[in-house]
């Protein structure tokens, strides 16, 4: 790949235009059909095209003061509902229903507030080009910050912490109850964000049960693919309600192990109202591939492989890094940190006690060559194809110090994360080109992933035998086919509840589902770059019509007594149209823009060249729709001498 030539950088009155749209800011109607931003970004049939694109014009048309202004609508993201009475159990998912990550539950009885995690997700470049990731909306406790008593963490996956530095103070920095491993990676991340303010951690030991508020909560642990995972039991008048975090189940040839019989019996044995459960995994049949079945593989290619072995996988998959490292001493092999989240990870592993390391088990890279092949395992990250990170730079030759070969064995234990195909497949052709040996998930059974499928959903939700049920975290289809197989199972259909996020869910009498018509503003919260907010639709649509449709600038000097132009207006493009094939268009485009100031100018006295720049804009854009069927983003800079 060569990488292309940095563009010319634009004149500097070209960035002066944003303030010209009237609709910035997160409180007007930016969200079309009142609220929810339609899935999927770009039209892509050939029909779709001219539909979003003409959308694109009227938006471009909207002007302060013009017909299409006025007030500020309402919007559904607006609804605040009052705080619940004494007889009802509310329940909102303020993120984590309608997608993978940025997971936040709330739970509210007895006057107390609870919430449950607060991670982040990644974007996708298509609906949020350049944004980092995008975090639950937290309004709901904002507004009611004074109920907020605490912050339970299920574990450490950043779908599950991520969002901790960015959220906490917005609704009053509450403390944060989760178990050791999850303190300490909270407390890590937190060293990269120094002015975001300290968190209030308690551990608590899975098993405990603690008032908090007026409410007792129990504490308990659960099966995932990092140490420290826990549910939470929440007790309410009415009984519990049941979040079991990320989760899957242990198994001997789909038979749940004694100790899950065990726990999840005694939680069954209660009095239970809502259970909410993991259904990331919920779309794959039976029981997942047990644990101890990935180690033996594992264990077998590490002890066979005759080259260099590079295992790519999750730094947050700890359980797995620890048997890796385990395996490796095992066979008298040296181990090669490739990443930083890997030695963050392993560090904090360490830290906790999860791993003792023999010394020199670990070398560093430019050692590798003092001991033969055979001897040597490379831990790396970026298994999900990411970027920058270790197993791309080596697949694609940009790493300092290693370099793939025909002799080497490269094992991706992950799955591919919804989303990552397309990294992936570069991935694998890039360590394919480069002549290794590729192993990975389909081939044979190294990776398990953390979350029960669709047979140990069903179990648990047996055992538990709550009234009423709530698949989450997951997409639509997730939550949809958990619900489905759960019904199966032999739930009443009418017990659960498929939500979206936003949803107020509230319980009256521990008897019947009351769901409120209108949602919580549930609209991501983005961090784009440094900054932190609402979801900055300007600046996302400004992005997307970039991305689209390129941009126009025109740059005219206008003489301000006679309203003429001083001479020809220049104009200059990126990502629009090849404008050395376009020279007939240019040139009416030089005459309009000519004729257009000059009329609008005429009988004006002083000239109003903001006036004259949207007048500008409009006639430009549509003059340029009408010939390209293409909408860019067009900046009149008018210079008045
Ligand atoms: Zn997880």
Same mark, same amino acid.
């Given at each position: 790949m060569t990488p292309a030539p940095a563009p010319a950088p634009a004149p500097r009155e070209a960035s002066g235009d944003g303030e010209r749209r009237p609709d910035h800011g997160p409180r007007t109607n930016n969200f079309r059909d009142g609220g929810r931003r339609p899935r999927g970004g770009r039209g892509r049939g050939g029909n779709s095209r001219p539909g979003r694109a003409s959308r694109d014009i009227r938006r471009i048309l909207r002007r302060p003061g013009g017909p299409s202004s006025g007030a500020p609508q309402k919007r559904v993201e607006d609804y605040s509902p009052a705080a619940p009475t004494e007889n009802i159990?509310?329940? /909102?998912?303020?993120?984590?229903?309608?997608?993978?990550?940025?997971?936040?539950?709330?739970?509210?009885?007895?006057?107390?507030?609870?919430?449950?995690?607060?991670?982040?997700?990644?974007?996708?470049?298509?609906?949020?080009?350049?944004?980092?990731?995008?975090?639950?909306?937290t309004r709901y406790l904002e507004e009611n910050q004074d109920r907020v008593r605490a912050v339970f963490i299920t574990h450490g996956h950043l779908d599950h912490i991520g969002g901790i530095p960015f959220l906490m103070a917005r609704f009053g920095n509450p403390p944060i109850y989760t178990q050791n491993l999850s303190a300490v990676m909270i407390m890590k991340r937190q060293e990269e964000y120094p002015d975001m303010p300290k968190p209030n951690i308690v551990v608590v030991e899975a098993g405990s049960t603690h008032t908090i508020g007026h409410t007792k909560v129990h504490f308990?642990?659960?099966?995932?693919?990092?140490?420290?995972?826990?549910?939470?039991?929440?007790?309410?008048?009415?009984?519990?309600?049941?979040?079991?975090?990320?989760?899957?189940?242990?198994?001997?040839?789909?038979?749940?192990?004694?100790?899950?019989?065990?726990?999840?019996?005694?939680?069954?044995?209660?009095?239970?109202?809502?259970?909410?459960?993991?259904?990331?995994?919920?779309?794959?049949?039976?029981?997942?591939?047990?644990?101890?079945?990935?180690?033996?593989?594992?264990?077998?290619?590490?002890?066979?492989?005759?080259?260099?072995?590079?295992?790519?996988?999750?730094?947050?998959?700890?359980?797995?890094?620890v048997n890796i490292i385990r395996i490796a001493e095992k066979y008298n092999k040296k181990i090669v940190m490739e990443g930083r989240s890997i030695k963050t990870n392993l560090e904090i592993a360490q830290k906790v006690g999860l791993l003792t390391l023999d010394k020199g088990t670990v070398i560093p890279a430019q050692e590798m060559g003092d001991y033969p092949p055979d001897k040597i395992v490379i831990l790396a990250t970026g298994a999900q194809g990411e970027e920058f990170a270790a197993l791309m730079r080596i697949a694609t030759k940009q790493h300092k110090s290693i370099t793939f070969n025909d002799r080497d064995t490269?094992?991706?234990?992950?799955?591919?994360?919804?989303?990552?195909?397309?990294?992936?497949?570069?991935?694998?052709?890039?360590?394919?080109?480069?002549?290794?040996?590729?192993?990975?998930?389909?081939?044979?059974?190294?990776?398990?992933?953390?979350?029960?499928?669709?047979?140990?959903?069903?179990?648990?939700?047996k055992k538990v035998n709550a009234k009423f049920f709530m698949p989450a975290y997951g997409y639509y289809s997730m939550t949809a086919s958990h619900a489905k197989a759960v019904e199966q199972g032999g739930r009443a259909k009418d017990t659960i509840v498929i939500a979206d996020n936003g949803m107020v869910i509230d319980i009256v009498d521990g008897e019947r589902l009351d769901i409120h018509k209108q949602k919580v503003p549930s609209s991501p919260l983005i961090?784009?770059?440094?900054?932190?907010?609402?979801?900055?639709?300007?600046?996302?649509?400004?992005?997307?019509?970039?991305?689209?449709?390129?941009?126009?600038?025109? /740059?005219?000097?206008?003489?301000?007594?006679?309203?003429?132009?001083?001479?020809?207006?220049?104009?200059?493009?990126?990502?629009?149209?090849?404008?050395?094939?376009?020279?007939?268009?240019?040139?009416?485009?030089?005459?309009?823009?000519?004729?257009?100031?000059?009329?609008?100018t005429q009988g004006m006295n002083p000239i109003d060249l903001d006036y004259v720049k949207n007048t500008l804009s409009d006639t430009l854009a549509g003059f340029l729709f009408t010939r390209t069927n293409k909408a860019p983003m067009v900046i009149p800079v008018l210079i008045g001498v």
């Open positions: 159990v509310r329940v /909102i998912p303020l993120g984590g229903v309608e997608e993978v990550g940025r997971n936040m539950f709330v739970v509210e009885t007895n006057g107390d507030i609870f919430v449950f995690d607060a991670g982040f997700q990644f974007t996708s470049e298509d609906e949020s080009p350049g944004v980092d990731y995008i975090l639950p909306n308990f642990p659960v099966t995932h693919s990092i140490p420290d995972s826990m549910g939470i039991s929440v007790e309410t008048p009415y009984g519990n309600v049941i979040v079991t975090g990320d989760l899957k189940v242990e198994h001997i040839d789909n038979v749940p192990v004694p100790e899950e019989e065990k726990k999840w019996s005694a939680l069954g044995a209660q009095n239970n109202l809502l259970f909410i459960a993991d259904s990331t995994s919920s779309e794959i049949d039976g029981f997942s591939v047990p644990e101890q079945k990935v180690r033996d593989t594992l264990e077998d290619i590490i002890k066979t492989v005759k080259g260099r072995l590079i295992i790519g996988t999750f730094a947050s998959q700890f359980d797995r890094m490269v094992v991706l234990s992950s799955s591919v994360i919804p989303g990552n195909e397309l990294s992936v497949q570069k991935l694998k052709d890039n360590l394919l080109r480069s002549g290794v040996n590729l192993l990975h998930y389909r081939s044979s059974d190294v990776h398990s992933g953390g979350h029960a499928r669709s047979a140990e959903l069903v179990w648990i939700n961090v784009d770059g440094f900054s932190i907010g609402d979801m900055q639709e300007v600046v996302i649509r400004d992005r997307q019509m970039l991305a689209k449709d390129g941009m126009f600038v025109v /740059i005219a000097t206008v003489n301000l007594k006679t309203g003429k132009l001083r001479k020809s207006p220049d104009i200059i493009s990126r990502g629009f149209v090849y404008l050395r094939e376009s020279q007939d268009m240019l040139n009416q485009a030089r005459l309009l823009i000519k004729k257009t100031v000059e009329d609008s």
